[in-house]
């Protein structure tokens, strides 16, 4: 059985003189537009999450519901999404953590985080097999609403860690 993991970094949050807490920054107008075009880019590729795991972080939720939006008709209203503070600003680590707690009848899962947790993640999960394309991509700027896939061989989502993926490919909103 194979686990596909895909890791989706939050869409561009409004930074401007905001009197808002971190936390709570919402997107801004290009991150409102990469995040439905991230969730089209998924629905064309058959990309539907079973499990979204999601930082509760108002830029990370909006850039969910967002994408959602665009995945309609491929089953997005019946995706189960859980908004975890634990999430929040994660390092590789504390994301692998959530993650293994998974239910293992569950194939494929997407993670909406932060950097540098995300991106640190994506790039110490493949293993020697990697398409070197998408690695040197992977190992440059992870820009905001970037979305790596990596599928696992197993049928746990505890085994998977670093090393052993399989990184089929790394997306970004100016791909698109």
């Known amino acids: ?4 993991l895909l890791l989706l970094r939050h869409a561009k949050s409004d930074q401007t003189g905001s009197v808002l807490d971190d936390f709570d920054r919402p997107l801004n107008a290009r991150g409102r537009d990469a995040a439905p075009k991230m969730g089209a880019f998924l629905r064309a590729s058959g990309l539907v999450p079973e499990l979204v795991l ?3 972080a108002a830029r990370a939720v909006e850039t969910w519901t967002l994408a959602r939006v665009a995945l309609a008709g491929a089953g997005a209203d019946s995706i189960p999404a859980k908004q975890l503070r634990s999430l ?3 390092s590789p680590s504390r994301i692998l953590d959530v993650l293994h707690r998974t239910p293992d009848a569950v194939g494929c899962v997407l993670v909406i985080g ?7 993640l994506a790039l110490r999960l493949p293993g020697a097999d990697a398409k070197p394309k ?6 440059g700027k992870y820009p905001t609403a970037g979305l790596t896939e ?3 061989e197993s049928k746990r989502w505890g085994d998977v860690v670093p090393g052993v993926g399989r990184l089929v ?3 970004a909103p100016k791909d698109l």
Not at 1 to 4: I, N, P, Q, Y
Not at 134 to 139: C, G, N, T, V
Request: charged share 20%; proline share 3%.
């Open 54 to 56: 999601c930082s509760a």
């Open 169 to 171: 490919r790394f997306v």
């Open 88 to 90: 929040y600003l994660a």
């Open 150 to 152: 990596l599928c696992f």
């Open 114 to 120: 932060h950097n540098p947790g995300i991106a640190r």
């Open 134 to 139: 998408a690695l040197r991509r992977l190992k």
């Open 1 to 4: 059985m194979t686990k596909t």
